[in-house]
């Protein structure tokens, strides 16, 4: 014996004689199996939020470059000793590497290892010329 689903529920009285002729029927599926429209409307706003979600990322994205060139890292560190008179500045760093980096009068970058006691005394100096300069 076969189930029958209802698609539209009905109040009207029906004569029983008509249910078997109705079963005898061939219906199309899309008849029987159509989806409601509350469920189309789902579909839709799901597909628009995704949709936003991809454009805000990629919006993202597009700001996250348009900002200043990224602050520089250390990778390598080099094992030269640098000459201490031309060192201006220097900037501590703990990622990717733990390294000093100083920076010389002409803007050259050079990083290095913080334990090295040249390193040290290099940075002791430009913190004693930084304070003579407040006063």
């Known amino acids: ?3 029958l689903s209802c698609v539209n529920l ?3 009285k029906v004569d029983i004689r008509s249910i ?6 061939k219906v199309p599926v899309e008849a029987v199996i159509e989806k409601p429209p509350a469920m189309k409307l789902h579909a839709t706003v799901l597909l ?8 805000a990322l990629h919006t993202a994205e597009g700001s996250v470059a348009s900002q200043s060139m990224r ?3 250390c990778v390598n560190l080099s094992t030269q000793k640098v000459d201490i008179r031309s060192i ?3 900037e501590k760093q703990k990622v990717p590497v733990e390294a000093v980096m100083f920076i010389t009068a002409n803007g050259i970058r050079i ?4 334990e090295q006691k040249w390193v040290q005394s290099a940075m002791k100096r430009i913190d004693r010329r930084r304070t003579t300069r407040r006063r």
Do not use: A, D
């Open 1 to 3: 014996m076969r189930k």
């Open 10 to 12: 009905s109040t009207q």
């Open 20 to 25: 078997v002729n109705y079963e005898k029927q």
């Open 48 to 55: 628009v939020i995704v949709w936003l979600g991809v454009f």
């Open 71 to 73: 602050k520089l890292s």
């Open 88 to 90: 201006v500045n220097y």
């Open 111 to 114: 990083c290095v290892h913080p």
